[in-house]
């Protein structure tokens, strides 16, 4: 079964449509005790040349819709479906972003290698499920691995915001 659907339309900042995009769904816990509704997620779809997209699989009630696309911020939306009403329209306008980038080095001064550098929100979402540790997007948390030679870390479609750094031995 498809279940229920919300559709709309992709563009970036310039209102140009956004082709393959990558689309996912899933329910928002109201009580993330609840074995009932545990995160799901929708079957993963992708919009076509004019931006345009139909996400299914929903169930009744709130829905957060994912956006991703590998030359944008990915976005996200909570929308409402209900059995036997027309399916909700959500839109979504993806921005570029900027760059993030440095380099990892040792308190000696030397590059750091076999890190891996964390980028976090220095404020979190309060509405995100804090059980919902299947969504690990830019809207969470990135990952970057340093360079192994000499200790520069990238990070690509960064949303505008502040941010915390950590690093990890890998």
């Avoid at 590998?70 to 959500?90: C, I, L, N």
């Amino acid at each position: 079964t498809e279940g229920l659907r919300a559709q709309g339309t992709i563009t970036n900042e310039d209102n140009e449509p956004v082709e393959n995009a990558r689309i996912t769904a899933s329910v928002v816990r109201t009580n993330p005790l609840d074995p009932f509704t545990r995160w799901r997620p929708s079957p993963t779809t992708t919009s076509d040349g004019d931006g345009r997209y139909t996400a299914i699989g929903l169930r009744p009630g709130k829905n957060t819709i994912w956006v991703e696309h590998d030359d944008y911020v990915s976005a996200s939306a909570v929308v409402t479906v209900a059995e036997g009403e027309k399916a909700p329209r959500q839109d979504f306008t993806l921005g570029v972003g900027s760059a993030v980038s440095g380099v990892a080095k040792y308190e000696d001064g030397k590059p750091a290698v076999m890190e891996i550098v964390h980028l976090f929100p220095a404020k979190r979402n309060e509405e995100r499920d804090p059980f919902d540790f299947a969504m690990n997007t830019h809207l969470d948390r990135e990952t970057a691995v340093v360079e192994p030679n000499d200790g520069v870390f990238f990070f690509e479609h960064v949303p505008a915001g502040e941010y915390l750094l950590s690093s990890e031995h890998s």
